[in-house]
């Protein structure tokens, strides 16, 4: 079935450090592809998306490239601040489907 | 404009009590469902409506109900409450189905 699969956390970074969270995804036919965070005490807030091969999801610093030959969507940012702090969980909503399929979440911390 | 409302924010619950986690959106938005976000687990997609008058199930139905008497509001039900059911319940929705989903704040849920 579809699956999300995301590096384990908790990661902890040094302000202005770069950051990458692997994400790779197993689903039938042509998924389309989210970073969610979440915020200490708050929902989800969805960070980008991308719905087709090669295409770049960007927003607030964070970019992830949809990489179907290697079917992954890794996020990154290239100098994290303490305000990033938060769970991130990537997803993935199988084509033709309207559910989302989320991997565990990798938290984050960021120090000043 | 509220967004994705829910209610109660905290809840303990003894073992065999019934109770209805409210949620609802001023957005007009068709599409709503519900998650439990457990440790280590991600959110997993409980039940899930279309428009009003139309829900189905999603990955882990089980001790769970849900109406949809109205676009604005999809509350969900436990009959009889176990220690299982202890997480945190999210209420998520969205104008179509394969659009941006909204999330609300959610609601802590302990089973005694």
């Known amino acids: 079935g579809d699956s999300v699969t995301q590096m384990e956390g908790p990661v902890t970074l040094s302000e202005e450090a770069f950051l990458t969270i692997n994400c790779t995804y197993t689903?039938?036919?042509?998924?389309?592809l989210f970073w969610y965070v979440q915020y200490p005490g708050e929902g989800l807030q969805l960070l980008l998306k991308?719905?087709?091969?090669?295409d770049k999801g960007s927003n607030k610093g964070f970019e992830a490239t949809y990489r179907k030959e290697t079917t992954s969507f890794h996020l990154e940012k290239g100098s994290v601040q303490v305000s990033d702090s938060a769970v991130y969980f990537c997803?993935?909503?199988?084509?033709?489907?309207?559910?989302?399929?989320f991997g565990k979440g990798t938290k984050l911390t960021v120090n000043p | 404009n509220a967004g994705v409302t829910q209610t109660p924010k905290f809840q303990v619950l003894k073992t065999g009590q019934s109770m209805t986690l409210q949620c609802a959106q001023d957005?007009?938005?068709?599409?709503m469902s519900w998650y439990r976000q457990d440790p280590g687990m991600g959110l997993r997609l409980i039940h899930y409506?279309?428009?009003?008058?139309?829900?189905d199930q999603g990955e882990v139905p089980n001790g769970y109900n849900v109406s949809r008497s109205t676009t604005e509001d999809f509350p969900l039900r436990l009959l009889s409450a176990a220690p299982s059911q202890t997480s945190v319940y999210f209420c998520?929705?969205?104008?179509?189905?394969?659009?941006?989903?909204?999330f609300g704040p959610g609601t802590r849920l302990l089973v005694l």
């Open positions: 998520a929705s969205s104008y179509s189905q394969r659009e941006t989903q909204y």
């Open positions: 689903a039938t036919g042509y998924p389309s």
């Open positions: 991308a719905t087709k091969a090669d």
């Open positions: 997803a993935l909503r199988p084509g033709g489907s309207e559910k989302l399929v």
């Open positions: 957005m007009n938005h068709e599409y």
């Open positions: 409506s279309v428009g009003a008058g139309i829900t």
